[in-house]
């Protein structure tokens, strides 16, 4: 919703400008349907003023509902039985077979895939991205745009200075979930219509999200998934592991991190335990894991920024103590 309404606008300003935008988006395989349908509609109303790219690589993404496969790769050929759709096959389609990117590394995350997508597109020449996230969708959104040690475009506060001749900029940073639906209907926008169907079966409009399906913040959304296109969620369950458990068991305790800990454990024996459950070669990357974080931790911590330190002395001096050395802890 967030990324439609920026690009609503955006399509206007290049009509009135007479310039075309570079559009990309990563088809994540595990879609509705309803939003691949979205994706065409808005791609063909406006493909006078759009160069669109559709990403169809194999990339690795976050699986939050499986110890076992933590993550899972989209569109990855082994696979190709039992992908949730078939590749699509419009004109705009990359994939394996047409790949014009020399940046991408097979299995690649996504958020390195877009670091890099904006310096391809501008050639050398000086090129903004825009990003349609909004601030109070997450903390981490917020920092993204808010922190204040970081290059600007000319001082814009909403922009991020990438590469020499690359930025990021979010223009809706500091819109409203409300706005969005406000600026839809007052200017009779297109959006993806699962949304109506959300709104339909009761979700509230802030806990509405078309994410990657199998993100920590999407992943309570899964029991829609089933009930809005059965046929689509039946391909989803054979081809993620975990995601039928995330259904039935999104928003319970053991879906969370919250455990209390078990009579007689340490956490430390806890820990232990819950290792020699996994198979082998799933416990040996935790264990290579919690190494390498235990070992940064011992011997660099986690410091503090002098900056972040004289802003909390500022604000609270009666609350902490400053040592002005470093201890193991930062």
């Not at 990324?3 to 509705?32: C, M, Q, W």
């Not at 790769?73 to 394996?96: L, Y």
């Not at 509405?208 to 992943?219: I, L």
């Not at 390498?292 to 500022?314: H, M, T």
Request: net charge positive; proline share 5%; glycine share 4%.
């Amino acid at each position: 919703k967030d990324s439609a309404a920026l690009l609503n606008l955006t399509i206007d300003e290049a009509r009135k400008h007479g310039r075309k935008i570079g559009v990309l988006f990563i088809d994540l395989e595990a879609f509705y349907q309803k939003t691949i349908e979205f994706i065409e509609r808005i791609i063909q109303a406006n493909i006078d003023v759009l160069e669109p790219y559709w990403v169809c690589l194999p990339m690795e993404s976050q699986n939050s509902l499986s110890y076992l496969e933590p993550t899972w790769i989209w569109w990855d050929k082994a696979k190709k039985p039992i992908w949730v759709r078939p590749m699509p096959e419009n004109k705009w389609v990359i994939n394996e077979d047409n790949n014009p990117f020399d940046f991408y590394k097979q299995n690649m995350p996504f958020e390195e895939f877009v670091k890099y997508f904006p310096a391809w597109y501008g050639r050398g020449a000086s090129t903004a991205s825009l990003v349609g996230i909004r601030s109070t969708e997450s903390l981490n959104r917020f920092r993204a745009i808010a922190r204040k040690n970081k290059d600007t475009f000319r001082g814009c506060n909403y922009s991020t200075k990438i590469t020499e001749d690359t930025y990021n900029f979010y223009p809706i940073y500091d819109w409203t979930v409300e706005d969005i639906w406000i600026y839809n209907g007052r200017n009779n926008k297109d959006y993806n219509r699962l949304y109506d169907i959300f709104y339909r079966a009761g979700v509230s409009i802030y806990k509405m999200r078309v994410d990657e399906p199998f993100g920590n913040e999407a992943k309570a959304g899964l029991n829609l998934f089933r009930v809005i296109e059965p046929q689509t969620w039946a391909r989803v369950v054979n081809r993620v592991s975990g995601a039928n458990f995330g259904n039935i068991y999104g928003g319970t305790k053991i879906m969370s991190a919250d455990y209390n800990l078990p009579k007689n454990h340490t956490w430390k024996s806890f820990c232990k335990f819950l290792l020699a459950t996994l198979p082998e070669e799933t416990a040996t990357n935790y264990k290579r894991k919690f190494i390498k974080f235990i070992k940064y931790w011992k011997n660099v911590g986690c410091p503090l920024r002098d900056d972040f330190i004289a802003e909390i002395e500022n604000a609270r001096p009666d609350a902490i103590i400053n040592t002005h050395e470093f201890s193991n802890r930062g």
